[in-house]
């Protein structure tokens, strides 16, 4: 063995520059279900990375029409149509209400870090009812977590159309519908989408709401992008190439057709309607006329559309803004902060190594498409004080959305050159 060292090496970590893998796509399906002869137990987190992890757990088609569920439905269509998302399963009694539950979710949600949002399904209660309880929600779930620094991008409800005494679907009336724009639940969706072959398997499926495909249109969208964007930037390996990313698919033929939770059919209802929906809030799918597919008509959330997160996607960028810089900041914390001799305040290189770090952090997006920009600003007239934080302002120029086109087409004698 040898003696003397002589020269010692270090191992570096870090110059290769490589990322722990991106967990945006990762979601939770809180589903109200039996789980008597499966492999699951209440109140508990399953991780499926496909559908056959579910089917394993004998979450399968026969279980669905045996258990009148749609659990196996909601899962096959996340992983459809995002084939690389990570989806937590977690059941809930059937019986239980969908604010009761919530109690029971918010340890799995802070053990499982890395879920960014969550969907709800199988909850007796039916669209006129859960008006009443997004905002409770939003306080219960979304805002506790937010105070322990846990950001959570959105929360998809279903909106199940509401039964009458013999279990006949009561029709919605766009008109007369509560506006969810007035709610203060900006983290809170609403989805009343319906494929009416889905509908069709069963009667206890008639007043079903697509809170599945909901979450595999998001998971497979960077944070930025909106749920009823016609194309996406990041298609699976399958539909490169393709001019867009609808929710129809020819093979098993879903989504040929449309309809609200009520079982109304998409083309039965006027653009006024459809228009009124829209701009209540409610996540509807529809199709563009003279081209093919259904899509999302939006991203809405359940707050006045002045607010800053009025949609999805703008809870999104912004929440991957805050995680990242948290990550880069924490490791400052109570470390040493050299002072400017001359008056006291935190030295001009600090300031500076700072700003470095949140700038490396948030210029990941920018590379990404995710932010059109942002700027970083530490006071450096500041002070360190163990009862004060250091105040940092950061400024991100989120990307916008066009949600539609007006052109001027018209026919001319020659082309006006001047």
């Not at 039996?34 to 056959?52: F, G, M, R």
């Not at 409800?157 to 007369?176: H, I, M, N």
């Not at 083309?267 to 081209?291: F, M, P, Q």
């Not at 700072?354 to 490396?360: D, G, I, K, R, Y």
Request: aromatic content about 6%; glycine content about 6%.
């Amino acid at each position: 063995m040898a003696q003397l060292t002589g020269v010692s090496v270090n191992r570096l970590e870090g110059g290769l520059r490589r990322r722990n893998p991106k967990t945006d796509e990762v979601v939770a399906l809180v589903a109200a279900m039996p789980v008597a002869a499966l492999t699951l137990a209440y109140d508990s987190a399953y991780k499926l990375l496909q559908l056959i992890d579910a089917e394993r757990l004998g979450v399968t088609v026969a279980f669905d029409k045996e258990k009148n569920s749609l659990v196996h439905h909601h899962i096959s269509e996340i992983f459809r149509l995002s084939p690389d998302a990570t989806c937590y399963l977690i059941p809930i009694p059937v019986d239980t209400s969908i604010t009761a539950s919530v109690d029971k979710l918010l340890p799995l949600i802070r053990s499982q870090k890395d879920i960014k949002g969550l969907g709800f399904v199988g909850f007796t209660l039916t669209l006129p009812q859960l008006v009443s309880v997004v905002e409770k929600i939003q306080g219960s779930l979304v805002d506790l977590l937010f105070a322990d620094s846990r950001y959570i991008d959105f929360v998809v409800l279903e909106g199940k159309g509401q039964l009458d005494s013999t279990r006949k679907v009561k029709p919605f009336s766009p008109a007369t519908m509560a506006d969810l724009r007035t709610k203060k639940a900006p983290q809170v969706s609403v989805v009343i989408a319906q494929d009416p072959l889905i509908a069709a398997k069963g009667a206890a499926n008639i007043n079903y709401a697509a809170v599945g495909s909901a979450l595999g249109m998001l998971s497979i969208r960077k944070v930025n992008e909106n749920i009823g964007s016609v194309n996406i930037r990041n298609k699976p390996a399958g539909k490169k190439g393709a001019p867009d990313y609808p929710l129809t698919d020819l093979a098993s033929k879903l989504w040929l057709n449309s309809a609200l939770s009520d079982g109304t059919p998409i083309g039965r209802l006027s653009k006024v309607d459809l228009k009124n929906l829209t701009d209540k809030g409610y996540i509807y799918v529809a199709s563009y006329e003279g081209y093919g597919g259904l899509f999302f008509n939006d991203s809405p959330t359940c707050v006045q559309k002045a607010s800053d997160y009025a949609y999805i996607e703008n809870n999104r960028t912004w929440n991957k803004m805050a995680r990242l810089v948290r990550a880069v900041l924490i490791p400052e914390v109570k470390g040493v902060v050299k002072k400017d001799a001359q008056t006291g305040f935190i030295k001009s290189t600090t300031i500076s190594r700072w700003q470095a770090l949140v700038n490396s952090a948030l210029e990941r997006m920018v590379i990404a498409e995710e932010l059109s920009g942002f700027d970083v600003y530490i006071d450096p007239m500041q002070i360190t004080d163990p009862d004060k934080p250091l105040k940092v302002k950061i400024q991100g120029v989120a990307d916008g959305v066009v949600h539609a086109f007006e052109v001027d087409l018209g026919h001319t004698q020659k082309i006006n050159e001047d």
